[in-house]
C-alpha cells in the first residue's frame, strides 16, 4: 500500500490505496532527475544512479545493464616462489621452508553472499633439505577440488583433465598460460601456478577483510598477518605458518621447517651470489627495473642452498620481470 509505480516512461504515476485501490494520474519526474528504467521498471532519479546505492568497503559504484552494482575496486596479488618466499595481500614478506600441505588463502568470517573458496599448496624437498618448493596447488570453489599438477594437466574431483576446461557452467575455467596453469572464477579469483615453481593469487576487493590463510587477512595492514585460524595473534612466522597446515592423506614424510637453529649461508658464498654476476642483478644501479633489496637476498639464499643453481636465477629474474 501507498507504493509509486511509474509507467510509460514516467508519463503516467500509479498508486495502491487501500481504500480506492490503484489510481493512475499523469506525472513529470521532479526537477534534476530523470526517468530511467532499473531492474526492469520506470522510476525517476537523479542522473547518478549510484547516488542511492551504498557499496562496502573496497567497492565502488557502477550504472551497468540499467542497474546500480557494486565492483571491487582493486585486485590484490599474493604469491610464493623459489623456497618458497612469500608475498602477502597486504606486501608482507617472510620465507618458510615447510614441506606439508598448507592453507595459502581461504575465506573466513561473514562473507554476505560471497562466493567462499579455499587454496592449498602443498610443498618438498628438491635437492637439498634446507629449502622447499612448491609441488601442488588446489582450489576448492563451487563445491569442486581443482588440483594443478603442471601446466597442461590437471585434476577436477580426483579425475584427470588436460587444459583448458570450462566447469559449472563457465563459472571456473582453467587454461595454459605462458608456462603457467591459470584458474579463473566468474568473481575475479585467479589462481595461476608455474609447475614447481611459482604460485600467484589474484583476488577482487569484495573480499577485503574476509580472508585468512599464509596470503595474510587483506585488510591493508600488513603488521597484523600473524594469526592463527582461530584469529589469535602468533610470535613468529614459524609457528604461524605451521597453525595453516592442512590435512594431508598423500604426504605423510613433511616438516614445518625450522624455527631455531636454521641453516645460514656462509658470509663468502652469500657476498658472491649478492653480486651482478647473480642475484645483484635484482637491485643493480644499471638495471633500475629491479628494486626490491628482499628479492636480493631471497634469490642469494636459494642460489647458496643449491650450489648457484643458474636455472634457479633464471627463474628468479623472471619472477620479477613478471611483477
Sequence with gaps: AGE?????????????????????????CPNGTEC??????????YPDPCRYHNCPEEETCRFENGNA??????NSTCWAWGDPHYHTFDGYNYDFQGTCKYVLSKTCGNLNGLEPFSITQSNENRGSPDVSYVREVEVTVYGSTFTMVNHHMGQVDGLWFYLPL????????VRQSGNAALLETDFGLRVSYTWGWRV????PSIYYGVVCGLCGNFNSNGGDELRDPAGNPLPSVYQWAKSWKAEDSVTFACHDGCETDCPVCPPNLRELYETDAFCGVLTSMDQNVFSVCHAKQSCAYDLCFNNGDRRLLCQTLETYVDR
Design 4 to 28: 509509486v509505480v511509474y509507467l510509460d516512461q514516467c508519463k503516467e504515476k500509479c498508486q495502491c490505496d487501500p481504500g480506492k485501490g490503484l489510481t493512475c494520474e499523469k506525472a513529470n
Design 69 to 74: 552494482i557494486c565492483v571491487p575496486q582493486y
Design 36 to 45: 530511467l528504467l532499473t531492474a526492469g521498471m520506470w522510476g525517476c532519479f
Design 200 to 203: 600467484d593469487v589474484h583476488l
Design 166 to 173: 570450462d566447469h559449472h557452467n563457465g563459472l571456473v575455467r
